[in-house]
């Protein structure tokens, strides 16, 4: 089994099920003690921002808030430059423990030994 999971969502608001999947695994992976790296990409980008994950809604799901609490607790959160860039965001933007880094910095961890990549 992979030591380490690296998870990329590309959804936001715009998919929300596939979006609650990404972070519902990433929390869960957390949780069982599996070292964990979200990517937030794409319109997942706006999640980065103080108070956005708590306007996201999806009947019978975990409250995004909440799962992204717990990754940032243990695991890492990084929103891609290039997204961050499109939509004006910046490191001062950011929540407190989230990191903007780009591509080369997502495929060496998807590519590090005991490795696991997911993209949603």
Request: charged fraction near 20%; charge should be negative.
């Amino acid at each position: 089994m992979a030591k380490k999971l690296v998870i990329k969502v590309t959804a936001g608001t715009d998919a929300p099920e596939r979006c609650s999947q990404a972070f519902t695994v990433a929390a869960v992976a957390v949780a069982s003690g599996v070292e964990v790296s979200l990517w937030l990409t794409g319109e997942s980008a706006w999640f980065a921002l103080p108070g956005r994950a708590a306007e996201f809604e999806l009947p019978h799901a975990a409250p995004l808030p909440d799962l992204l609490d717990s990754i940032l607790a243990a695991g890492r959160v990084t929103l891609c430059t290039q997204c961050a860039a499109r939509r004006d965001i910046t490191e001062k933007d950011v929540i407190k423990g989230v990191r903007i880094a780009g591509a080369q910095v997502f495929v060496g961890e998807a590519m590090a030994d005991d490795t696991q990549a997911l993209v949603y």
